[in-house]
């Protein structure tokens, strides 16, 4: 089993910033890539930020410059550090992982269970 676990959200005024992390954890053999998601009320969820394995990392348009996705390879984990927020950031955020496991022979994506994110202005 696998498991991705999201922490660090929470209630922040405009212009602030916050840390999300994401940690993988289970019968883990590797790790490609790994993204941030966003889902408001009453919208498809989003993709924000991706970061591959080689550490290259690509932006969606409306956070590029104030967003920045980073990994530590060793602790299986992704983090998403975001300043100047807006209330428009306001979402659930997920992360998610392509994640080889021990007994598979593919890659599959796992996602966390979310972590709210809220911007007041």
């Known amino acids: 089993q696998v498991q991705l676990v999201e922490s660090g959200g929470g209630l922040v005024q405009a212009g602030g910033s916050l840390r999300l992390s994401c940690a993988a954890s289970g019968s883990i053999v590797s790790i490609n890539s790994m993204a941030w998601y966003r889902q408001a009320p009453g919208i498809q969820r989003e993709w924000v930020a991706t970061i591959t394995s080689s550490g290259a990392t690509n932006y969606a348009e409306s956070v590029k410059g104030r967003f920045t996705i980073s990994r530590d390879v060793a602790k299986n984990t992704v983090y998403l550090q975001m300043n100047s927020l807006k209330p428009e950031d306001t979402a659930v955020y997920y992360c998610?992982?392509?994640?080889?496991?021990?007994?598979?022979?593919?890659?599959?994506?796992?996602w966390g269970q979310g972590t709210q994110v809220t911007v007041s202005s």
């Open positions: 998610k992982a392509n994640i080889r496991s021990r007994g598979g022979s593919r890659f599959l994506d796992y």
